[in-house]
């Protein structure tokens, strides 16, 4: 007799998801001296770095990259990766913007389709979008991941240019700026969205069959869907909930700095993949916490602040990023114990 259903699909998840009850395990926590090494330097480079003004803005900007790491370490840990969340950071509220703006009155001619206030609802709809679009070329047509979302990123770095001629917007609606510039209890209210953002995924993967299911597909998919996962579906949902989180990251960042930068998103995913990798999630897939990923965030941004105290160029930064991705790749070596594909 063949067991139910929902049993099959527990069992299945269980035997491919090790420590599924676990939202935060020891190996997590070898970052964590790392951090505090970090903050060591960063006092002796400069009496500054401890001021409450420099951590909230290390906060801050960590916040930022911290929803582009969370959506590609859930993309991650189902055994994909999505390279496009570094443009939709930046064409999300360009697309939002071009149609709430007047056609005539400002720098930028937009549409003037929509009210305002749906700026905000219009600028998610964009990232999921793009996250759908990916998952039908993955799922459907079953192009390869890597170039799907790497042809992704360029058409809509391409469609960005296009729209703003090259331009930076600063026509940014109010309700970008309050969520980019809101405090709540001292702190950036985006430090608490992120918080609180992590705290629930963490959650989600750790407790809910749904969320073990992502470790069951990115540990062994034919298994997965032998037990009973719908591993399509599943996929669907992560890559467009990586558009969101990332179109929401745009949101926070133009709040913060009142304008959709020409370049907005530039050069991130390195630093996603980076902070990923070093928290500890499996560019194969099936391993990693959420909580790893946030201690990968704030150490790179940690090595970025200290540097700049330190008064090293920002000429040196691109030079940072890629030492930091092949010490990244090293450390997942070794760690894991397999070779990286």
């Not at 990923?293 to 940690?302: F, H, I, R």
Request: net charge positive.
């Amino acid at each position: 007799m063949n067991p139910p259903a929902a049993t099959t699909v527990t069992a299945g998840a269980s035997a491919t998801a090790p420590g599924r009850l676990r939202f935060v395990r020891w190996s997590d926590l070898s970052l964590v001296p790392v951090v505090l090494v970090l903050m060591v330097i960063g006092f002796i480079v400069s009496p500054v770095f401890l001021t409450s003004g420099n951590l909230i803005g290390v906060l801050q900007q960590s916040s930022e990259l911290s929803l582009l790491v969370l959506g590609q370490a859930l993309v991650l840990v189902c055994g994909r990766m999505d390279l496009s969340l570094e443009s939709t950071i930046g064409i999300a509220p360009v697309l939002a913007l071009w149609l709430v703006l007047p056609a005539d009155g400002g720098r930028f001619a937009g549409l003037g389709a929509l009210p305002t206030w749906t700026a905000i609802p219009l600028c998610l709809l964009a990232g999921a979008a793009i996250g759908a679009v990916n998952a039908f070329l993955m799922l459907r047509l079953r192009v390869n991941g890597f170039i799907a979302t790497l042809g992704m990123l360029t058409m809509l770095r391409g469609l960005h240019i296009g729209i703003t001629e090259g331009r930076s917007l600063t026509d940014v609606p109010g309700s970008f700026r309050h969520l980019g510039r809101a405090q709540w209890l001292g702190a950036p209210a985006a430090v608490w969205i992120c918080l609180g953002l992590y705290a629930a995924g963490g959650a989600f993967l750790a407790w809910h069959r749904h969320g073990r299911a992502l470790y069951a597909i990115g540990g062994n998919p034919e298994a997965a869907r032998a037990a009973g996962i719908r591993t399509d579906r599943i996929l669907w949902v992560v890559l467009v909930l990586a558009g969101v989180l990332a179109a929401f990251a745009g949101v926070l960042y133009t709040g913060h700095y009142g304008s959709v930068a020409a370049t907005q998103g530039n050069g991130w995913i390195f630093q996603v993949f980076a902070a990923a990798v070093i928290g500890g999630i499996s560019l194969k897939g099936g391993r990693g916490t959420l909580f790893g990923a946030l201690t990968g965030v704030l150490t790179l941004q940690l090595v970025v602040n200290v540097m700049t105290l330190a008064g090293v160029p920002a000429l040196w930064n691109q030079f940072l990023n890629g030492a930091i991705i092949i010490v990244a790749l090293v450390v997942s070596r070794w760690a894991g114990g397999e070779q990286q594909d």
